[in-house]
């Protein structure tokens, strides 16, 4: 997977104000700075999003791995019900 470039993640931060857009995790993080910032795929990349900067926003780490862990589980449940369908 490609990283993305500094100046993106830069852009989405002051976009979204340096706040956690998710806000899921129990640890989440609202206000953020740059050490605790991350830039999160509203559509995961796993699930055919975009590195495109309308599928981009800022999440603290807690929120961006719970979200991760989330998107997997949804991968797993669709390939389950395609296999489960083809049966």
């Known amino acids: 997977m490609k990283q993305l470039?500094?100046?993106?993640?830069?852009?989405?931060?002051?976009?979204?104000?340096?706040?956690?857009?998710?806000?899921?995790?129990p640890d989440c993080i609202p206000k953020l700075n740059i050490e605790n910032a991350t830039v999160d795929h509203k559509v995961a990349l796993v699930?055919?999003?975009?590195?495109?900067?309308?599928?981009?926003?800022?999440?603290?780490?807690?929120?961006?791995q719970l979200k991760a862990i989330k998107d997997q589980e949804e991968k797993i449940i669709r390939k389950y019900k395609l296999a489960m369908k083809i049966r």
Request: aromatic share 6%; glycine share 6%; proline share 3%.
């Open 5 to 25: 470039k500094g100046s993106i993640k830069r852009r989405i931060w002051r976009q979204d104000k340096f706040r956690c857009q998710l806000r899921i995790s």
């Open 47 to 64: 699930n055919k999003g975009k590195n495109d900067i309308d599928n981009l926003q800022t999440a603290c780490r807690p929120c961006n």
